[in-house]
Structure formats: C-alpha cells, structure tokens
C-alpha cells in the first residue's frame, strides 16, 4: 500500500518528486529514464536532456548533453533557477514541496532499458545514393565503415516490444558483423545504440603520423573524401562521450600527434575544451557549418579541404 510522505528535511523529498515538479516531463517519473529539450538553452534542436534513474544510488539524475550541466535534484534546481549554492537550491525544494503540504507517490517499478534484439537488412536504392551523396561519401567507404541499409530492428525491453521501420536507415556494424548502432536520418531519435564502439577503430592501420577524433561516423567518412593524408580518424560511440584515459594513451603511443575535430557548437567545443583541459590533445575549432560533413554538403569537397588544411597544418607544426 502506497503512503503518504511528510516532509521534515531534504532527505525526505524524493528525487522524482523534485524532476516531477520542475522539469516538463511527458509523463510523471515512476521508475522510467525520460529524455526531452534541455530546459538550459532555446538551441536544443534534437533532445539531449536525460533524467534517469541510478539504481546504484536509488535516486534519479540528469545529464544535459547540450550545455554539460549534470547532477541529482538538488543540481537541477540550483541549475535552474541560477542560485548561488546548494543551500539556497535545498531551501527552495523544501519551501515548494511543503506547500503541497504531502506527498503521495506511485508504484515505483523500475524498466529494463530497451535493448536490440534483431534486425532486417534491405538491398541499397536510389534514396540511399542521393542520401549519402549529398555527403561525397561513396560506397566504397560505407563498405569501408560496413555501413548497410535496414530494412527494420526489433527493441524490447522484457515487458515490451515493437518494431521500427523506416525508408532511411542505417546499421553501422563493426568488423567482426556486429550491430552497434542504428542510424535513422531525420529522426528526433536517430541513434540507437546497440553496443559500446569507438567508431572506426577496427579501420586503423596505425601507419599514419596524425589521429583526428570527430563527432560521427559520417563526419569521419567525409573527412576521408578529403584525402588530407598521413591521417587516420575514429570518433566516440555517441557525440557526448569521452573517450576513456586508457584507450588515449594508447593512441598517445601510436601517433605522434592527436587531434579533434567535433562540432561547430556549444557541445561540440566544450567537447574539445575537455579533451584539452584532461588529454592536452589539441583541437581544431572549425567555423563552417554544424559539422565537417555538412561543410562538404554545402561547400563541397575541394572548397572543405581548402578551409580545413590549413588548420590542421598549424596543430602540427
């Protein structure tokens, strides 16, 4: 039986209740991880604000990948409302939550996070060619990258399960044929990530004396179009990652300079800004368009090369 709660301190509000009241949530947190618009910029184009649930701390947390602001309800509200520290933040929660005067929560279950569970490949069409060729990008790199079309992919998460299908998708697979990620062009959600991969790392050949990072898969695939040479290029499996200390230093030992390359945007330098401040790997802020592969939509190939060497040359000097 479900009981009401009495407020006497901070630790008696739970942490739903707090994204409940202050966040627009298209449903009421029972458990589930919700993403939406970040209530931080106007510029959130496609949602990068997660509020999720860690069982590890039994309470809920958000990410907003667009301005890096992230932390548990106390965080949300300082963040929000611009106050000075967590006093002011833990103040505020306890004035609004007691003016509610009790709390009755619901069933609280938690979901199993929707996973893969099986997919359909489709033969290539003239969408697809006009798709990737507005990128330069050819098939013969998609093969490179073992880029194929699907059909459709099954998601479940144990108590639920349906399928997607749309004209324009993609599944990005590593060398060995596993799937590791979705990619559905246009979509609000068009990743989907199936598994944990630094992009095009079953690619390098480690011959090369630079290693540039980018945002994508496409970006990377754009930037070979380029043929800058004596470079090699992966990217993390999500644009909001970092990739791990251990796997740099590697990449330290391979090649005698590292690069990024990511996004013309907030995210994308605070991005690079990070990789900087933790790695000391230069970067490359690159002021045309979103990202590379769009400069080459734009631009095209020779115009994107001429404005791109030359910054690259300078990190190598």
């Known amino acids: 039986m479900l009981k009401t709660i009495n407020i006497s301190s901070i630790d008696d509000i ?15 947190l029972t458990g589930q991880d919700v993403k939406i618009s970040s209530v931080f910029t106007t510029n959130d184009k496609t949602p990068s604000m997660f509020v999720f649930y860690s069982s590890q701390k039994s309470i809920y947390l958000f990410s907003d990948f667009s301005t890096g602001k992230k932390g548990n309800s106390v965080d949300l509200v300082r963040e929000l409302f611009t106050l000075e520290n967590n006093w002011q933040a833990i103040q505020k929660i306890e004035s609004d939550f007691k003016k509610h005067g009790h709390y009755t929560p619901k069933e609280f279950v938690i979901r199993e996070r929707y996973k893969l569970v099986t997919y359909a490949l489709r033969n290539w069409n003239n969408l ?3 798709f990737w060729g507005a990128y330069h990008i050819n098939s013969d790199i998609l093969s490179t990258y073992n880029v194929s079309p699907l059909k459709s992919f099954t998601l479940s998460n144990g108590d639920n399960t349906f399928d997607v299908n749309n004209v324009l998708m993609y599944g990005y ?3 060995d044929g596993s799937l590791y990620k979705v990619y559905q062009p246009g979509k609000d959600n068009k990743f989907f990530k199936a598994a944990k991969y630094i992009q095009g790392v079953d690619q390098l050949t480690f011959k ?7 945002s994508s898969l496409k970006d990377m695939m754009a930037f070979l179009r380029l043929k800058i040479n004596n470079a090699e290029v992966i990217a993390p499996d999500s644009e909001n990652v970092i990739i791990p200390e ?3 230093n590697v990449l330290k030992e391979r090649y005698t300079k590292i690069i ?8 994308g330098f605070r991005s690079m800004q990070e990789y900087k401040k933790v790695y000391d790997i230069d970067f490359v ?14 631009h095209g190939l020779q115009s994107t090369r001429e404005l791109l060497y030359p910054l690259l040359k300078s990190k190598v000097k």
């Open 208 to 214: 090369t004396s630079y290693l540039i990072i980018c």
């Open 260 to 267: 990024t390359l990511l996004d013309n945007d907030e995210a």
């Open 246 to 248: 251990r796997i740099i």
């Open 14 to 28: 739970p942490s739903e209740w707090v994204f409940n009241h202050y966040l627009p949530l298209p449903e009421e």
């Open 128 to 130: 697809d060619a006009k």
């Open 173 to 175: 697979f590593r060398k």
């Open 285 to 298: 802020h690159f002021k045309y368009e979103k990202d590379l592969s769009d400069c080459v939509k734009v």
